[in-house]
């Protein structure tokens, strides 16, 4: 019975409810022949009743028994319990687990970053991505010659703020650049956490040239994991950019030594993506777009659910059936 009363959007929970409608006509009939047998009485003064407003006959006389079965019929339907299919956004009911990973290394120190260094620049613009994620739990990782973990995932932004304004070069004093490591050290602290979402955003300005495991190693083991890795690569995009007090030829030297395709390969291999950035606006536009790319995440998905109809069918019988009684002793009152 339960397929009879099945479609792919709509279906009656409770179909065995609708079994009450086969005595629907065996009632009517019963109320009629009763209506029928019963006698009539000559009432004076007809004319009086009409002023005053009753009904005498006519439709308006069978008004309040038209709504009395019309609140039987939707009070059937509902214990039938009509439901329908819906598609509404999924919702996560946890925050998303971030890791931030820091490139700390002496060339993060260079400017051409809306008059700050680089590593100022990032500090300010990853404190505003914090504030604008504050359901999450956020981690920072730092590293230069080798890796470590400033901060442990937490939801107490205060304290992770105050890590990440006092973040410095002097905090490691490895020379190089191990993003690998850093890679392994965030997919550590991810690798423990319950949340369906894990996310490491990784900013560095040079190539790996440290470290005891390579960049697509560990993002090949963070993927296992999980973890889906934004990288941010920062430097200059033309040498005619620099400022005419930098050293062009250290910076040309640099540029030479960042390894974009390294980079975009840890992306790929993480499902996450790819930023090249030159300046704080642009750097503020990957962490814009990166916000943006997680709360899509869900916006963009649908989860199925059914929606429960008969509260629609409870109303309006109770109005009926308050309104058909009211009339049915009031205005339309049947005498006898």
Not at 102 to 110: F, K, R
Request: include cysteine; proline fraction near 4%.
């Amino acid at each position: 019975m339960q397929e009879l009363f099945s479609g792919t959007d709509f279906e009656m929970a409770q179909p065995r409810w609708l079994v009450l409608f086969l005595g629907l006509p065996v009632v009517w009939w019963l109320e009629r022949r009763r209506r029928l047998k019963g006698r009539g009485m000559m009432f004076p003064g007809v004319g009086r009743l009409s002023a005053s407003g009753l009904a005498t006959g006519g439709a308006w006389a069978r008004l309040p028994i038209w709504f009395i079965w019309i609140a039987v019929v939707l009070a059937v339907l509902s214990a039938g319990r009509p439901r329908m299919l819906v598609e509404r956004p999924a919702v996560s009911t946890r925050g998303v687990d971030i890791v931030l990973a820091m490139d700390i290394s002496e060339s993060m120190l260079q400017g051409g970053f809306g008059g700050n260094s680089r590593l100022e620049a990032a500090k300010e613009v990853a404190l505003r991505f914090i504030q604008r994620r504050p359901k999450d739990r956020f981690g920072l990782v730092l590293f230069r010659g080798k890796s470590f973990t400033q901060c442990p995932l937490t939801l107490d932004h205060r304290v992770l703020g105050t890590l990440v304004k006092n973040v410095s070069v002097n905090a490691i004093g490895d020379e190089g650049t191990a993003i690998g490591s850093a890679i392994l050290a965030g997919t550590n602290r991810l690798k423990a956490s319950v949340s369906r979402e894990k996310i490491m955003v990784l900013l560095t300005d040079g190539e790996n040239n440290s470290g005891e495991i390579g960049p697509l190693t560990a993002a090949e083991l963070a993927a296992g994991e999980g973890v889906r890795i934004y990288a941010i690569g920062a430097g200059p995009d033309r040498v005619n950019r620099i400022g005419p007090s930098e050293n062009i030829a250290a910076i040309a030297e640099e540029r030479g030594r960042f390894n974009e395709q390294t980079l975009r390969e840890i992306a790929r291999l993480t499902g996450g993506h790819y930023f090249r950035v030159s300046d704080k606006r642009g750097l503020e536009i990957s962490f814009r777009e990166i916000d943006m790319l997680e709360r899509r995440r869900f916006d963009g998905r649908m989860e199925e659910e059914w929606m429960e109809l008969y509260p629609w069918l409870v109303f309006p019988a109770l109005v009926l059936l308050f309104t058909g009684l009211v009339l049915g002793n009031t205005r339309c009152l049947k005498i006898p």
